[in-house]
């Protein structure tokens, strides 16, 4: 993948962040470029843009696809329910490294259901 030496990670990766209090615009911008090119063939198809939201067919369609990848991506990580009584657990030990821990999933946890109620 990375063809010389000189090429970073850096240099092909892009870092999206899912908020807790309101949806990510580097979230919806990184859909937008996504789906762009490949999946929508609307008339209005010229007028898309990947900073902000122009034609409503299309942003319902990210929307969508958004929602869909964060249910996906939480059935990864979330829905253990061993894990989940793991991290009660956690949360109520006296070891603080196992505490905090357990807060940080918790907190993860709790951004990523909200991250899909404001799509």
Avoid: C
Avoid at 6 to 33: C, H, I
């Amino acid at each position: 993948m990375l063809e010389d030496e000189e090429t970073s990670v850096y240099d092909v990766t892009e870092v999206l962040k899912v908020k807790y209090n309101k949806v990510s615009p580097e979230l919806l911008s990184f859909l937008r470029s996504v789906l762009m090119e490949s999946t929508y063939e609307g008339d209005d198809k010229k007028y898309l843009m990947v900073s902000s939201p122009r034609v409503i067919d299309f942003e319902l369609m990210v929307l969508k696809f958004g929602v869909e990848l964060l249910e996906e991506h939480g059935k990864t990580y979330f829905s253990d329910a061993v894990q989940n009584q793991e991290m009660e657990r956690d949360l109520a030990s006296s070891d603080d490294s196992l505490r905090l821990i357990a807060q940080y999933n918790s907190t993860l946890q709790l951004t990523w259901k909200t991250a899909i109620k404001l799509m």
